[in-house]
C-alpha cells in the first residue's frame, strides 16, 4: 500500500531510534523487510531498558506515567495556562506522527509540558499505515484498558482517509470505522480531522493515496458532523493547522509571539512534522481546547 524507499525508511527508524533512546512499545515490522526488522529490534531493545528503569504500575505496553520534574530538565510549556481537562491518565493512540517518526513522541512532548503528577499510555504506533482498521482496534483496546481521563488522537483518523484506488463511498466507509472505534472510548477525546499532505516526497507517500481536495472536505464534514454530537470529542482542525506548514509566512510557536519560518517544523519528506512540530500542533491543541473549556488547569 505504501510506496516507500526501504532504505530511506531504514535511515529514518535508525536515526529515531538514536534520537530518541527507546520508546516504551514494541511495533510490527513490515513483512519481508529484513532492514526494517533489524531496525525495529534495535529500538525494541532499547525499549526493554528503558523499561527496565520504569517505576512499579507503568501502564502495560504504554509509557511510564511522569511528572514534569521527571521529564526534559528545562522544558518550557508549550502555553502559559493549558486547558481545563482531566490530565491523571493520558492516552495517546494514533499514527506516525504521534509516534514520533523521525521526531518525538507525542507522549514524550506532552511529558515536557504537563506539569502536574500523571501517567501516560503510549499506544501509538509507526506502522499504523500497515493495517489501520486492526492496528486502530487494538490501539484503543489498549487505551480502554488504561482507562484513561483524556485521550488524544491526532492522527488516528490519517490512515482511514488515505489509500490508493478507494472511491468516496470507500473512504467515507472506512472513516466510519474509524469514528466507530473511538465511540468505544468514554473520556474527553482530542481528535484531528485530516490534512491535506500534497507536496510529501512521494517516496514517504504515493500521491494515488491522497484524497482529492472534494474528498477531502467530504470525510472533514463527515468527522466535523459525528464529533458535535459527542460532548467528550473535541475535534482539532489539523487541516487547518498543517497548511500554514506548507507555506512561506512565518508561524507563531510560542506565547511571546516568537514565529519560525514553516520549514523549521517540518521533516524533509514533507509529511512529517520535526520536534519542534510536533511541539507546535500540541500548542495548537491546548490553545483550540483552552477557549472551548474555559476555566483553571486542573489541581
Not at 63 to 85: D, K, M, Q
Not at 88 to 113: C, M
Request: proline share 9%; with cysteine.
Amino acid at each position: 500500500m505504501k510506496n516507500v524507499s526501504v532504505g530511506i525508511l531504514i535511515a529514518f527508524l535508525a536515526a529515531t531510534t538514536a534520537c530518541r533512546g527507546g520508546g516504551t512499545e514494541s511495533r510490527t515490522p513490515p513483512a519481508g523487510t529484513a532492514g526494517v526488522e533489524a531496525a525495529v529490534a534495535a529500538e525494541t531493545s532499547a525499549e526493554a531498558e528503558a523499561s527496565a528503569e520504569a517505576p512499579a504500575g507503568a501502564p502495560a505496553g504504554g509509557s511510564t506515567g511522569t511528572a514534569a520534574a521527571e521529564t526534559a530538565a528545562g522544558a518550557p510549556p508549550l502555553v502559559t495556562t493549558l486547558p481545563a481537562l482531566p490530565f491523571d491518565r493520558i492516552a495517546v493512540i494514533g499514527a506516525s506522527v504521534s509516534a514520533g517518526f523521525g521526531s518525538i513522541r507525542v507522549a514524550k512532548a506532552l511529558d515536557e509540558t504537563i506539569r502536574t503528577p500523571h501517567e501516560t499510555g503510549d499506544f501509538a504506533q509507526v506502522f499504523f499505515f500497515q493495517d489501520p482498521f486492526g492496528e486502530g482496534q487494538r490501539q484503543v483496546a489498549r487505551a480502554v484498558e488504561f482507562r484513561p481521563t483524556v485521550v488524544y488522537a491526532l492522527d488516528f483518523l490519517f490512515w482511514y482517509a488515505y489509500g490508493s484506488g478507494w472511491t468516496l463511498a470507500e473512504r467515507e466507509h472506512n472513516v466510519d470505522l474509524g469514528l466507530r472505534q473511538l465511540e468505544r472510548l468514554d473520556a474527553p477525546i482530542l481528535v484531528g480531522d485530516v490534512p491535506d499532505m500534497t507536496g510529501a516526497a512521494d517516496w514517504m507517500l504515493d500521491p494515488a493515496q491522497i484524497p482529492p481536495l472534494p474528498e477531502l472536505a467530504a470525510l472533514n464534514a463527515r468527522i466535523r458532523a459525528w464529533a458535535e454530537g459527542r460532548p467528550n470529542v473535541l475535534l482539532l482542525p489539523l487541516s487547518e493547522w498543517t497548511a500554514p506548514l506548507h507555506a512561506t509566512a512565518p508561524v507563531v510557536v510560542d506565547d511571546d509571539g516568537r514565529t519560525v519560518a514553516p520549514r523549521e517544523l517540518m521533516a524533509p519528506d514533507g509529511l512529517h512534522p520535526n520536534a519542534a512540530g510536533v511541539r507546535y500542533l500540541l500548542r495548537q491543541t491546548h490553545l483550540h481546547a483552552r477557549v472551548r473549556l474555559p476555566g483553571p488547569p486542573p489541581r
